[in-house]
Nanobody, 124 residues
Framework: QVQLAESGGGSVQSGGSLRLSCAASSYSYSRYCMGWFRQAPGKEREGVANIDRYGSSTYADSVKGRFTISRDNAKNTLALQMNSLAPDDTAMYYC??????????????????WGQGTQVTVSS
């Protein structure tokens, strides 16, 4: 069991940057696969990026080269650095976790622990 809480969302102009954070309350945080997901109004939830316990990461094609996911296992935190933001990045962003030896999937249904989300709005 793990509780997750996101922060760092807000409004930014196109081309700007934001850094999202996720705090996890779990003694076993280091064993979790962690991911960032997003959902815009009228669209399906999509995976943005994930990272395993060793720091190996996977990104959606739409954010490669712009977003960077990272984690600090000692502090039980997860981060998403978002650069070169565009209006299409506007969405509610969620931190998610799963206890799994594999962390190569951005399919949201494989994650069973979720934060409440933080809103990111990018204006043109």
């Amino acid at each position: 069991q793990v509780q997750l809480a996101e922060s760092g969302g807000g409004s930014v102009q196109s081309g700007g940057s934001l850094r999202l954070s996720c705090a996890a309350s779990s003694y076993s945080y280091s064993r979790y696969c962690m991911g960032w997901f997003r959902q815009a109004p009228g669209k399906e939830r999509e995976g943005v990026a994930n990272i395993d316990r060793y720091g190996s990461s996977t990104y959606a094609d739409s954010v490669k080269g712009r977003f960077t996911i990272s984690r600090d296992n000692a502090k039980n935190t997860l981060a998403l650095q978002m650069n070169s933001l565009a209006p299409d990045d506007t969405a509610m962003y969620y931190c998610a976790a799963k206890a799994s030896p594999l962390c190569n999937s951005l399919w949201w249904m494989t994650y069973n622990y979720w934060g409440q989300g933080t809103q990111v709005t990018v204006s043109s």
